[in-house]
């Protein structure tokens, strides 16, 4: 099975776990909102700082709307995992439910989010300074710091350790369970972002041609309501699918819909 074939057939199995319960797609749109609003609320006094010259006071209120925009995503996504690892065991999740046990680990989510922060902004300032070897080394590094954070957030969520040993845990799974010799794993949030892409672009293409404002605003209007509804659904299946990835990792086998074969082969060796 090719690398795209096998993530098409991830995001189904995973799409057919988020359909199951809503509660799951309620929590990224929970989620999304209260990072998004974090966010807009650093991001104003930033911008006012910058336009009165004060620039390293801009970068400090950005850093932290970064941080605590991470933190308020992190929460969610803790609890995602959390109501996501309940649907795959046949039981019905609730958002109180999920959002329970992320409180519960709020310390370790409040460590992870500034460990995660600390590190996406030293690859971003590196990548903007680097040349383009620097900025291919960089790349490798962004990828394998990818795969090696992949499993933290069901592990903060399911064993409740600490932001490193969370870090730690899930480096130590990948290793144990698919060795050393690691290129990538298969991505189904890139199959969610086209298939909410493409039909909201040609949404607004259509819109134009007709050449009418009104008209054009109508299919503006369900174009973004289309790539929203397919962000919401394609956060919502990697959530779950982390979670099943990390039980398989962890010796448990399949769970849910996804066999030991299909996971297995989500994680691509090199060659």
Same mark, same amino acid.
């Given at each position: 099975m090719g690398r795209i074939a096998a993530g098409w057939h991830l995001a189904k199995l995973s799409l057919r776990v988020v359909w199951s319960d809503g509660s799951l797609s309620v929590l990224v749109v929970l989620g999304g909102i209260a990072s998004g609003g974090v966010a807009l609320a650093f991001? $104003? /006094?930033? &911008? *006012? &700082?910058? $336009?009165?010259?004060?620039?390293?006071?801009? *970068?400090v209120i950005g850093a932290l709307g970064v941080y605590f925009a991470t933190v308020v995503a992190t929460y969610f996504a803790v609890a995602l995992a959390a109501a996501a690892a309940e649907v795959l065991d046949g039981r019905? =999740?609730?958002? %109180? #439910? #999920?959002? !329970?046990? &992320? #409180? %519960? %680990?709020?310390?370790a989510i409040l460590g992870w989010a500034l460990v995660l922060t600390t590190v996406n902004l030293v690859l971003q300032a590196l990548r903007e300074r680097a040349g383009p070897l620097g900025? @291919? @080394? +960089?790349? $490798?590094a962004a990828v394998a710091w990818g795969?090696?954070?992949?499993?933290? *957030? /069901? *592990?903060? !969520?399911l064993e409740g350790l600490g932001p490193l040993d969370a870090l730690g845990r899930s480096t130590a799974l990948f290793r144990q369970k698919w060795g050393e010799q690691l290129a990538g794993a298969a991505s189904i949030g890139i199959l969610f972002t086209l298939l909410g892409a493409v039909p &909201? $672009?040609? +949404?607004?293409?259509? #819109?134009? =041609?007709?050449?009418?404002? /009104?008209v054009a605003i109508a299919f503006l209007v369900v174009a973004v309501l289309v790539a929203v509804a397919a962000g919401v659904l394609g956060s919502? =299946? %990697?959530?779950v699918f982390a979670v099943a990835l990390y039980r398989y990792a962890a010796g448990l086998g399949g769970t849910g819909p996804f066999t030991e074969r299909d996971l297995d082969r989500a994680v691509i060796r090199r060659r």
């Open positions: 991001c $104003a /006094p930033a &911008a *006012v &700082a910058y $336009a009165i010259e004060e620039t390293w006071l801009a *970068v019905d =999740a609730t958002v %109180r #439910g #999920g959002m !329970a046990i &992320a #409180g %519960r %680990r709020v310390g900025n @291919l @080394l +960089l790349g $490798a795969l090696a954070t992949l499993l933290v *957030v /069901p *592990v903060l !969520a &909201a $672009a040609l +949404l607004v293409c259509v #819109g134009v =041609a007709t050449g009418s404002t /009104p919502a =299946a %990697r959530g």
